[in-house]
């Protein structure tokens, strides 16, 4: 080894060490507790809003979780305060820009401030491209862009009247690589990725630091007040069969800590996934085989026809294969966290953003 590279060697190794040493110490600086704090969690009346509720009951936050139904409050207020938790429970609905201003207004009134904010709400519509609507775009981007924006800039006022503040954006692997049969979806989470890492540059110096979480599937039971288009039987199989396997999605309990750790670490962006995810590999280490690998899987799915337009919840998409043994993990995970009261379809068009 001549004396050139053993220079480049070393001085990589130092460069190396030094990245590794700021990000350990940046960490160990931005470290807080969840004791006393004062918490919003949107859409923490059931799956993984409910269980980060949960942890965060355990640690001793101050909760105000959100939603739109009354009843699935009550039950994960009852959840929650049996857990010997300090909660607030608030009808909102995160794409009403005033329905916003009023529950943190109102959490404000009963806490005194918001510390950590949660940005978890979110819809799933599944089907292929010709059975989605307009509305299903604009419901999307209402819910998982403008939703957050809306609650991020409620809650903005008190954190910088401080000069501290959290806040995590929950996104999907469907905002960093497009998942076919879930284009509104993965094209409002991508907005998300964006708004969320954009807000993050503009106010960490603000000492408000911005957390943007990437999880890949997840076992909270959504599966079964998904939306479900076209031939929603069959969409229904695949996706609720996805959701449950060990090695493609992951417990979420485990994620959940996961993103706690996150926040309470000051992170910019994580990718929550089990470690052997092949697509979740594939995605990090050739992103373009993984999207002709995706083009792929689009050609294999379900084509147009069943109730075309028209949805179908998942509960109400039941096949041969689903439930079953595949679906059994998910399944229990449905009734763990909150899912299995049935939501009807809304008639009514996306609120005001």
């Not at 305060?81 to 608030?90: D, E, K």
């Not at 907005?191 to 957390?211: C, D, F, K, Y």
């Not at 092949?278 to 083009?295: D, I, N, S, Y």
Request: charged fraction near 20%; aromatic fraction near 6%; charge should be positive.
């Amino acid at each position: 080894m001549n004396t050139l590279t053993k220079k480049l060697l070393k001085g990589g190794a130092i460069a190396a060490a030094t990245i590794w040493g700021t990000h350990a110490l940046l960490r160990h600086l931005r470290w807080f507790e969840f004791a006393g704090k004062s918490v919003i969690v949107t859409g923490g009346s059931r799956g993984l809003g409910l269980v980060l509720s949960r942890l965060l009951v355990e640690q001793g936050a101050r909760i105000a979780i959100c939603a739109r139904t009354e009843a699935d409050l009550e039950t994960a207020e009852g959840d929650l305060r049996s857990r010997g938790g300090q909660v607030l429970a608030i009808r909102c609905d995160v794409r009403d820009r005033e329905d916003v201003n009023r529950m943190v207004q109102q959490v404000v009134k009963q806490f005194g401030t918001v510390d950590v904010l949660f940005n978890v709400a979110g819809i799933i519509q599944v089907g292929p491209l010709d059975a989605m609507t307009r509305d299903d775009f604009e419901n999307a981007m209402a819910t998982h862009f403008w939703g957050p924006l809306n609650t991020i800039e409620a809650v903005l006022p008190h954190m910088r009247k401080r000069g501290w503040g959290r806040i995590v954006n929950i996104s999907s692997i469907g905002g960093k690589q497009a998942v076919p049969h879930l284009i509104p979806y993965s094209a409002s989470k991508f907005a998300l990725v964006g708004l969320s890492n954009a807000l993050r540059t503009e106010l960490a110096h603000e000492g408000i630091l911005v957390t943007t979480v990437c999880p890949s599937l997840m076992r909270t039971g959504s599966p079964r007040n998904a939306l479900f288009k076209g031939q929603h039987r069959k969409e229904y199989t695949w996706f609720s069969i996805g959701d449950a396997l060990p090695v493609v999605s992951m417990d979420a309990t485990k994620a959940a800590r996961q993103i706690l750790r996150a926040c309470q670490r000051g992170e910019g962006e994580v990718t929550l996934s089990n470690w052997a995810n092949p697509g979740v590999l594939a995605q990090h280490l050739a992103p373009q085989f993984m999207t002709e690998l995706l083009c792929l899987v689009g050609g294999v799915l379900p084509g147009m026809g069943g109730i075309g337009r028209q949805s179908a919840r998942g509960y109400d998409s039941h096949s041969a294969w689903s439930p079953s043994i595949l679906t059994r993990l998910s399944d229990r995970a449905a009734e763990e966290n909150n899912e299995m009261r049935q939501h009807p379809i809304p008639t009514s068009p996306p609120a005001q953003i």
